[in-house]
């Protein structure tokens, strides 16, 4: 594994802003607000693949796919697990591939792909909320295990597992992508455990799971509701792409030389997280059938129940301390990803409505009270609603950027490559933006029973359809004239002579630290080249730089930017 080694930017002394220690430091910045740099990529495929892989041991998946099986019964669970992996895994697979040959997180790709840049804030929301959502769950999750193995009160239960998340998450992907290399073998072995030693003992208990029928009015049978209804709640997820691309933003550039490397790490650590987790919910639904009987249905979805019991099939003496043991590792490991790529979503959100930066450490903090608060209000309890509520919105974003880039990009309606810069943006986009609004505005009220049963049980997919409708429609009807608002007119070329992101070195004229070529625009307000943070936070210029966008009056003369080759 390549070491990174720290490096603190010198304080601008001379350009007029200075940041603080935390967000002037790379190893915990990370780069949250930037494009992730050659110079910090120095991690092979396989290590940013494993570490963004790391990130989905999550219980969870046991969790849903437990609440399904009990709520609509096995088929119509192994239906509505299956139908939800399908629509995540092809809609994960140009989100990945753009995020990762632009080495751009979930929300600067959202700005290029026909959001805007202020239109991308509200998308900032739902995927921070994503994140806290699911840090919620899964420290719920953790804490039923304390209460259980080491009898701590549920409510302190919730304090510690938020605690001890800080530590891991404060260094980044520096410290996250060790911890999830080195614990992935254990994970994998603990969690198939239970199922092979019941496959020894036990075979019959397969056949018989195709029997169950937990609280289901229609049995162990096909029900389109029930389809539809646990659809919903599985589509939850499709905002996990968001965190593997957090990962994949730092793959190396794609050469010849490790082109299969990179295509296997983006496919498997990008969409090929469903798999896993399809597989997972699957077994969550097995393994409330086959605990059903001893803790009764209401306790049956709960992952530490189900591995106790999983457990005792080959270490009854030790079952409780194994379980407790599984379920603290999975929780560490998938809620240091859900407090990361929170930290890295609030940082945007809040740069562009504040145009104030104190780092992204300081929104780690906030991500995390902000879970601590719900599951304090017992958020666990009301998992399939929360769920399903939240895909109608999710699902919305997620369908207006993959329509931008496998229908709109190819067919010419917006540009070929992604741009995230404030400097080159609209404020907002109708194509993406209007289209989400569009698309969940219809979904949650066919959510609410506006259009009945069917309605509500398929209305994460009603968003999808109008999202990926809406987009090209509104591409063609605007021309595409709210992609770009100015063209890039640096001189330094944005490529290098091998056709790979140019690492040609600029110093930005306001903070006087050196970028790479991609996250620098010309600024005529400062009279030379600008990075793309010090360009977000700048709240004096009136975007003077975009004449004729309505965002302020024409250029003015621009001094030549400094350029030297990178090191």
């Known amino acids: 594994m390549t070491e990174i080694i720290d490096r603190e930017a010198a304080p601008a002394t001379t350009g007029g802003r200075t940041y603080n220690t935390w967000a002037r430091n790379d190893t915990l910045e990370d780069y949250s607000l930037r494009y992730a740099p050659k ?3 120095r991690w092979s495929p396989y290590v940013v693949a494993t570490t963004a892989l790391g990130g989905i041991a ?6 849903i796919g437990g609440s399904i099986a009990v709520s609509h019964g096995f088929s119509s669970a192994l239906v509505a697990i299956l139908a939800a992996a399908v629509v995540i895994f092809l809609t994960g697979i140009p989100i990945s591939y753009y995020s990762a040959k632009y080495s751009i997180d979930m929300d600067l790709l959202t700005r290029g792909a026909g959001f805007g ?6 998308t900032s929301v739902i995927y921070a909320s994503f994140t806290f959502i699911f840090f919620a769950l899964e420290g719920s999750i953790m804490a039923q295990a304390l209460e259980l193995g080491l009898h701590i009160p549920l409510a302190v239960g919730y304090l510690v597992c938020s605690l001890i998340i800080l530590p891991l998450v404060i260094y980044g992907m520096t410290a996250l992508s060790k911890m999830q290399v080195w614990t992935q073998p254990v994970w994998l072995v603990l969690m198939v ?12 208990k397969f056949s018989q799971f195709t029997h169950f029928a937990g609280n289901s009015p229609t049995g162990s049978g096909i029900s389109m509701l029930g389809i539809g209804a646990g659809a919903g709640v599985a589509l939850s997820l499709i905002a996990q792409i968001g965190e593997q691309v957090d990962y994949l933003r730092f793959m190396p550039d794609k050469t010849p030389q ?15 997280w469903v798999v896993l987790g399809a597989a997972k919910q699957i077994g969550g639904a097995f393994l409330a059938f086959y605990i059903a009987g001893s803790v009764g249905l209401a306790k049956a979805n709960e992952p530490i129940q189900q591995y106790v019991h999983g457990f005792e099939t080959f270490a009854a003496p030790v079952a409780l301390g194994l379980a407790t043991f599984f379920v603290i590792l999975s929780q560490v490991k998938i809620n240091s990803t859900n407090a990361y790529s929170g930290s890295l979503s609030w ?8 145009h104030r930066h104190p780092g992204r450490v300081v929104y780690i903090f906030l991500n995390v009270g902000i879970a601590l608060a719900l599951m304090e209000g017992g958020v666990f309890g009301f998992l399939n609603t929360v769920l399903g509520f939240y895909s109608n919105v999710a699902i919305a974003w997620i369908g207006a950027v993959v329509a931008d880039l496998v229908i709109n990009k ?3 309606l917006s540009p070929s490559y992604i741009e995230f810069k404030r400097a080159h943006l609209h404020h907002f986009n109708p194509v993406g933006f209007g289209s989400m609004l569009i698309a969940s505005a219809v979904s949650i009220a066919a959510y609410f029973e506006a259009f009945g049963d069917y309605g509500k049980a398929y209305s994460p997919f009603i968003a999808l359809f109008l999202a990926m409708v809406l987009s090209p429609l509104f591409a063609v009807l605007t021309k595409g004239t709210y992609y770009i608002a100015r063209v890039d007119d640096l001189e330094e070329p944005l490529l290098a002579a091998d056709g790979l992101p140019s690492a040609a070195l600029l110093t930005c004229t306001v903070c006087t630290t050196d970028f790479e070529r991609p996250d620098v625009a010309n600024c005529p307000f400062h009279a030379g080249a600008i990075c793309s943070l010090c360009c977000s936070l ?20 621009l001094a030549p930017p400094t350029v030297r080759s990178a090191d």
């Open 39 to 41: 110079s910090f990529r």
């Open 58 to 63: 999550y219980l969870a998946d046991f969790a």
């Open 117 to 122: 840049y202020l239109g991308s804030t509200l």
């Open 193 to 204: 455990a239970p199922f092979v030693s019941i496959a020894v003992q036990e075979p019959e």
């Open 258 to 272: 490790n082109s299969r490397q990179w295509w296997g790490a983006v496919l498997s650590a990008g969409p090929g």
């Open 347 to 354: 940082s945007n959100f809040f740069s562009r409505l504040t």
């Open 410 to 412: 190819p067919l010419g």
């Open 538 to 557: 700048e709240k004096d210029c009136h975007d003077s730089c975009k004449s004729g966008s309505g965002s302020g009056p024409g250029p003015v003369t």
